[in-house]
């Protein structure tokens, strides 16, 4: 599910870290620091609940359902650009793609176990708010970074800014045709890199204007992926 284990890092063992770069870190919609106002329209957030409930309470159907030839392979996904913008699609070209999430690795029940415990603890209920967090570095203040992609339409770039905004302790990159895969753009682990390392931050990664919310995904794009909600 990517680096939303750090936060845990952050409150629970501050001491053993030397720096943190997360980057289109996941969020969970159950943090009581985001305000309703961001969260109510966003598609996503039924949408996670849902596949929440199943997995939790139908884990037998859930690994039945995305093993079915009707289940929008990973192939499918990486052609909607309900999922990627074309920036990511392009780079999704030079990858070896999702081998954790093609049907053939699915259908192994210690892959999907994995996957599925791995979702519940990301989207599942907190023992802390990551937003009421203080520095674990109060001497060095460049050591915590969210990379972020502006047109990313799993993780809203939104959600990412109020986090950013609550702890004015991490510094905030927003890459501007950034989608969920931007680590495999050109550069951008190395720009990762050298401002973790060296502080140096480009002005192409500061967040760009505000904009309006992105349009809900509609029910049409639900169904050309063969997904019925």
Same mark, same amino acid.
């Given at each position: 599910m990517?680096?939303?284990p750090i936060w845990s890092c952050l409150k629970y063992i501050p001491e053993r870290l030397a720096g943190v770069a997360m980057v289109v870190p996941v969020i969970n919609y159950r943090w009581p620091s985001f305000p309703d106002s961001l969260t109510r329209e966003d598609y996503r957030r039924p949408l996670v609940k849902l596949l929440y409930w199943v997995a939790k309470y139908t884990p037998g159907l859930l690994h039945w359902s995305v093993t079915r030839k009707w289940f929008p392979s990973p192939s499918v996904m990486e052609e909607k650009p309900v999922f990627f913008n074309k920036r990511v699609m392009e780079a999704l070209k030079k990858t070896e793609g999702f081998?954790?999430?093609t049907?053939?690795?699915l259908r192994e029940r210690s892959v999907f176990n994995t996957l599925r415990n +791995?979702?519940?603890v990301c989207y599942g209920d907190?023992?802390?708010d990551p937003m009421e967090l203080t520095s674990p570095f109060p001497q060095n203040q460049n050591c915590v970074h969210i990379w972020q992609g502006y047109e990313d339409k799993i993780v809203p770039f939104e959600l990412q800014r109020c986090i950013s905004k609550k702890l004015p302790w991490i510094q905030y990159?927003?890459?501007a +045709?950034?989608?969920h895969l931007l680590v495999h753009y050109n550069g951008l682990r190395e720009a990762i890199l050298r401002a973790i390392l060296l502080g140096e931050e480009h002005h192409l990664y500061r967040p760009s204007a505000d904009k309006k919310l992105s349009p809900k995904l509609s029910i049409v794009s639900f169904h050309s992926l063969g997904i019925v909600c």
């Open positions: 990517g680096s939303y081998p954790m999430l049907k053939e690795r +791995d979702f519940l907190w023992d802390f990159h927003e890459v +045709d950034g989608g």
